[in-house]
């Protein structure tokens, strides 16, 4: 199938138009005409290889949401016609001992991914939602619920599961008192949830004007991570401190302001992290971890919930031909919270 999409040839390549082969359709695919796309800011990092393991030529986007145009014939879960979502991965082992968890994102031979993966039946490259069209097995693809926002929702495939898979995991609910650092893509979602799941939400910041927003976003509380004096006030307060920040900074201010077994888990930072501490987990039994994505029945969970409690991501629409003007934005943090592509603008490339 030759499918038109938009694509990084190099990494100081920008992108552009670029028409390829998807795989042959097999049994247990859904073939989906893409509507939205949203912009990760790891679609930037893998686009300029950032990160070392780029293939090129690549086709970013793992935020997918769009309609599904057909079915092969063991397909159960899904009609054409159907609203369907796509996220970060379109496929894993299956048998491994996180797969069988549902966990396919720590799938032990690792998951496939919906760009710059590999497929694990012909090896062929994968290529992401920047395009007209996409297919994966029934089992890696979502229901969206007919209320959404389609715009709002594309987020959601990695955005709002990368933030609600640890608010689930750590048991947030009525009684946890939750802490944000960073209010950006996965910050804004972070604070959505969390208020949504009935914790007392904080957001720590090094940016005063920021507070009108947090709090109309779901924080409860707002704290300067700069002011000493704030943080001081915080001590012992958090369950949850849910780090967003992309980039290397220093946590240890951060790590008193959890409870007695409270945990700072990671979900921003891919890479080396600053020295810490120690004595404040020591003498708190507080702990650092990390979380990445979620699995497909978490996802579908987490897309439940947003459906039920009217809660999508905050976007600014952009067509395809601005995706680099909208990554050199992106890299000044200058976006509300999330681009995403309309794909009806792709017919005019």
């Not at 952009?318 to 943090?333: T, V």
């Amino acid at each position: 199938m030759k499918v038109l999409g938009y694509a990084a040839q190099t990494p100081s390549a920008p992108l552009a138009p670029f028409l390829f082969d998807r795989r042959a359709p097999r049994p247990d695919d859904v073939t989906i005409e893409i509507l939205y796309c949203g912009v990760c800011h790891s679609d930037l990092h893998q686009a300029r290889n950032d990160w070392g393991f780029s293939e090129y030529p690549i086709v970013p986007g793992h935020e997918i949401v769009g309609r599904v145009i057909a079915v092969g014939d063991s397909v159960t879960k899904f009609k054409p016609g159907d609203l369907a979502a796509i996220g970060c991965m379109v496929d894993s082992c299956r048998v491994c001992a996180p797969c069988n968890e549902g966990l396919e994102q720590y799938c032990e031979e690792g998951n496939i991914q919906t760009y710059n993966g590999r497929d694990r039946h012909d090896h062929t490259q994968t290529f992401g939602g920047y395009s007209q069209v996409i297919l994966a097995s029934q089992d890696f693809v979502l229901h969206l619920p007919e209320n959404m926002d389609l715009k709002g929702a594309a987020p959601l495939l990695c955005a709002g599961i990368t933030t609600w898979s640890p608010l689930r995991h750590w048991k947030i609910g009525a009684e946890s008192k939750v802490a944000v650092i960073g209010l950006g893509g996965l910050g804004h979602m972070a604070l959505k949830l969390a208020h949504a799941l009935g914790a007392e939400v904080t957001l720590f910041t090094r940016s005063p004007g920021k507070e009108a927003d947090a709090r109309r976003l779901g924080a409860h509380n707002v704290v300067l991570s700069t002011d000493s004096a704030q943080m001081q006030s915080v001590h012992n307060q958090f369950d949850l401190i849910i780090d967003t920040v992309p980039y290397e900074h220093d946590i240890n201010p951060y790590l008193p302001t959890l409870t007695l077994d409270g945990t700072l888990v990671f979900v921003g930072l891919l890479g080396d992290s600053p020295t810490f501490n120690t004595m404040p987990m020591i003498t708190g039994r507080r702990s650092i971890a990390g979380s990445c994505i979620g699995g497909i029945a978490e996802t579908q969970e987490m897309l439940d919930f947003c459906g039920q409690h009217g809660i999508v991501s905050d976007v600014e629409v952009i067509k395809i031909q601005d995706i680099n003007a909208a990554y050199e934005r992106l890299l000044k943090s200058d976006v509300k919270y999330r681009f995403v592509i309309d794909m009806a603008s792709l017919s005019a490339a």
